[in-house]
């Protein structure tokens, strides 16, 4: 171990500046990442509305009606070019962001920045079914890559800044600064780490405060919901179980929809996307609610009162385009229209529940909020982003204990049914396609955070009985708010806050040997 001997002492004497570092740059992140997000969202506000406008202006018009479809199939081309040389702008963006954490991945970040924008805004004004969450906080993390590359930063630092920028990314796409750090300890990290949630919170909020100035104070969701009564959370139980059956279906048909277009490789890329947005063309003309994000479906909950078999026919056809959509590996993220297709669900059982138990009508806004939580926790697997984003989404706190349980109980039942977290599934696609990353040798250490479960496997043994990868150095172990130095018989204990050093070269490897390990 003398080989980390200096490594742990320029630790032991920085940890505190690295920590004060981390929260100020954090500030700075949250700025430019939320003025990315802001610009990413302009931008696809006004393809959005140009897509609409168009197929306002084409209807009713055979000679104008071909040549969008003739500029949909260009459109469709240059989205599958812009793929073909950015391989990493495709899709969400979320599993490069968790790869790129882990040591997987190493992303080209003005690459990424560039195709991400370009692409994202044709496949929206294309009208593909695709969000730009997901985007956002790739964005977001790339604009922290590419400020850590231009300090210099070692690997631990920048780990810590494209965390920060990934959650400033989600916090203002979503005006949702809590959900955002959230999303990062829950989702990317998988595990708590304090300083990493100060930092991480700056910068959301700052983030959050950036896009506040552009788009006002308003929630992204203005529904007004009322009280379900305990004698009725029976209800709850069976939305629960209905959502986590979704999730799991969810899950299951992306991913066989990603792995067709997969399996389609001998007929090009330029085809397969532009067939989409072929598709998307005829969806125009028939049923334009279901293009782009959603925008249109939620503001029809919202402000208007659709048949119930219009409600049914949006939530299939925006489910099925929705899974071509992203399938086809046009940039752009699923977690907007999942959050659709939970509101819809909610609406379709909302609406039976109310006529066949003779409930206020009013209630109805409320199935419709809570499910898209309960969706989100059984498709993303991340309840607690799921309760805190919905909550700050709608700007109504009353309904937490509702959107709780739902969630908790999608969360199980999706579990339950042995359906992978779809961003874990998403991540595994991505590195199979990949060859290994090749790590110069070097003498760097990258300190990694891990907090010890109650039912982790490694409880109440003592750190000589555990088998640590021979590249790797527990430098330190935080305790009730103390720092214990650790030696071979120091034992530990749920709770525990280990900090270790893994050799750079061997990162990626060992840090997926210590989440096994530790989280069983």
């Not at 979320?94 to 560039?114: A, N, T």
């Not at 829950?186 to 909020?205: C, N, P, Q, W, Y």
């Not at 059956?245 to 969810?250: D, E, K, Q, R, T």
Request: with cysteine; net charge positive.
């Amino acid at each position: 171990m003398n080989k980390y001997q200096h490594t742990l002492e320029k630790l032991e004497n920085n940890t505190a500046k690295r920590s004060i570092t981390l929260v100020i740059e954090g500030a700075l992140i949250g700025v430019l990442a939320g003025l990315t997000a802001v610009l990413y969202r302009y931008c696809l506000t006004y393809a959005e509305s140009g897509l609409y406008a168009v197929l306002n202006f084409i209807r009713g018009n055979a000679g104008v009606t071909a040549l969008w479809f003739a500029a949909l199939i260009l459109m469709g081309c240059i989205v599958a070019k812009i793929v073909k040389w950015e391989p990493m702008a495709a899709g969400s963006g979320i599993p490069q962001v968790s790869g790129e954490v882990r040591g997987y991945l190493d992303q080209s970040f003005w690459r990424v920045v560039l195709a991400k924008f370009t692409g994202g805004t044709l496949s929206i004004f294309g009208g593909l079914s695709l969000g730009r969450e997901g985007p956002s906080i790739q964005l977001g993390a790339m604009v922290a890559k590419s400020y850590s590359r231009l300090r210099n930063y070692d690997k631990t630092t920048e780990i810590g800044l494209l965390s920060c920028g990934a959650g400033a990314g989600l916090a203002a796409a979503f005006n949702a600064p809590l959900a955002g750090i959230m999303f990062v300890l829950e989702e990317i990290h998988h595990t708590f780490d304090r300083t990493m949630l100060v930092a991480g919170l700056i910068a959301t909020v700052c983030a959050d405060f950036v896009s506040k100035i552009f788009f006002g104070q308003s929630a992204i969701f203005s529904f007004t919901t009322s009280t379900l009564a305990l004698r009725y959370y029976w209800l709850l139980a069976l939305l629960g179980i209905l959502l986590g059956l979704a999730g799991a279906g969810y899950n299951f048909v992306m991913l066989k929809m990603q792995a067709f277009f997969h399996r389609l490789k001998k007929i090009p890329k330029e085809i397969r996307i532009a067939f989409v947005f072929v598709i998307s063309g005829i969806l125009g003309l028939t049923l334009p609610q279901v293009l782009a994000g959603g925008h249109s479906m939620i503001a029809l909950l919202e402000h208007g009162k659709p048949e119930l078999s219009m409600i049914c026919i949006l939530l299939v056809v925006k489910f099925l385009f929705s899974a071509v959509s992203f399938g086809c590996g046009a940039p752009g993220g699923i977690f907007f229209p999942l959050l659709i297709l939970g509101a819809y669900i909610g609406a379709i059982f909302g609406n039976l529940s109310i006529h066949a138990l003779s409930l206020p009508n009013d209630l109805l806004p409320q199935f419709i909020v809570i499910s898209m939580a309960g969706l989100f926790a059984g498709i993303v697997r991340a309840p607690i982003t799921g309760i805190v984003l919905i909550t700050e989404m709608t700007g109504n706190m009353h309904r937490m204990l509702d959107i709780a349980v739902v969630s908790s109980i999608a969360y199980i039942i999706a579990n339950l049914l042995g359906s992978k977290p779809i961003y874990t599934s998403l991540l595994e696609n991505i590195l199979n396609k990949q060859t290994e990353l090749e790590i110069k040798e070097s003498a760097e250490k990258v300190l990694v955070t891990y907090v010890i479960p109650f039912d982790s496997p490694v409880c109440h043994k003592k750190i000589c009985q555990i088998d640590w990868q021979k590249n790797t150095l527990v430098a330190s172990i935080e305790r009730d708010g103390h720092t214990i130095t650790p030696k071979g018989d120091t034992e530990i204990l749920p709770g525990d806050l280990l900090m270790v050093l893994i050799g750079r070269q061997y990162y990626a490897a060992d840090y997926a040997a210590y989440e096994k390990l530790i989280n069983g």
